[in-house]
Nanobody
């Protein structure tokens, strides 16, 4: 079981990035998937999650209206479209998956599957 995140980079404030997370070795079509992030010196925090059907999403308040999570079950891939990036969005972003959407919402200790991180750096 493997989750592989990509798409991070160095951008300026106001720019956009799209993160991708592809799942291998398991059918994730029935799993909820999400994104977490960890800034230097801070704890890992929840960013966004989406149910297996894609119907329901949830976001941390600080990214609402700027980030959009989506899921392509045929490709076992989840995306995080990040617009209007701010320096405070700088962090390592991790994707996660769990059979339960609510487990993703509980915080970074709960998800069953994790991908490696991808660095997002936003300069002012």
């Amino acid at each position: 079981v493997q989750l592989q995140a990509s798409g991070g980079g160095l951008v300026q404030a106001g720019d956009s990035l799209r993160l991708s997370c592809a799942a291998y070795g398991r059918t994730f079509s029935r799993d909820a998937m999400g994104w977490f992030r960890q800034a230097p010196g801070k704890e890992r925090e929840f960013v966004a999650a989406i149910t297996w059907s894609g119907v329901t999403t949830s976001y941390v308040d600080s990214v609402k209206g700027r980030f959009t999570i989506s899921k392509d079950n045929a490709k076992s891939t989840v995306y995080l479209q990040m617009n209007s990036l701010k320096p405070e969005d700088t962090a390592v972003y991790y994707c996660a998956a769990d059979p339960s959407f609510n487990e993703l919402l509980r915080g970074p200790m709960s998800p069953r599957y994790w991908g490696q991180g991808t660095q997002v750096t936003v300069s002012s």
